[in-house]
């Protein structure tokens, strides 16, 4: 399993926006276009691909809007059903980005857990910036991406072999050991 939505040309017909809103924008007259999510408005996006229950990957490629308030930006992916995400417990360490980027999110789906890390290419090795910890394994065959005050590239989602994951990312728990106490998310 491999999509891949790309937004240089335009935007992608098959994505569906159910809260807020994005548009497509070229930032220069030759440059390539992207999505423009405006500053204080999230984008929740609906990947139409079904996801089987074993482990994949949601990649986002994006930079943090140039006409926007960089304090107040996001991007995420998670478990969706019926338009809305499942309730989880979440662990979370802050992440001080650079400013405007690129940068690539990767959101790793392994059984019960969802790790989101960040790249930037001052980070090669990713920085885990939160860990969600759901009540069963593979609860839903749908994900949702959610952006704010965001400039996005493109997005992909892949499966995973086991030979992809890293050790920390075989036992996602620990990564949580010095992200203190989850937040209850309903």
Known sequence: MRVRWDFAAGPAQDLQVFRGAWQWKRN????????????????????????????????????????????????GANWNSDQRQLPYKKW????????????????????????????SPEDEEGFTVHVYEHAEAYPSDRVSAWFENME????????????????????????????????EIK
Not at 93 to 114: D, H, M, S, T
Not at 154 to 171: D, F, M, V
């Open 28 to 75: 220069a007259e030759k440059s390539s276009g992207c999505m423009w999510i405006a500053p204080k408005v999230q984008a929740d996006v609906l990947l139409p691909t079904l996801v089987p229950a074993h482990p994949f990957l949601v990649t986002a490629k994006f930079r943090q809007a140039r006409d926007g308030n960089l304090d107040h930006s996001g991007t």
């Open 92 to 119: 979370t360490k802050f992440w001080n980005a650079p400013p405007q980027g690129p940068f690539e999110l990767r959101v790793f789906f392994i059984g019960r857990y969802v790790v989101q890390k960040f790249f």
């Open 152 to 183: 996005v590239d493109e997005i992909e989602l892949r499966a995973l072999g086991r030979e992809e994951l890293s050790a920390s990312l075989s036992n996602p728990r620990r990564l949580t050991v010095d992200m203190g106490e989850p937040e």
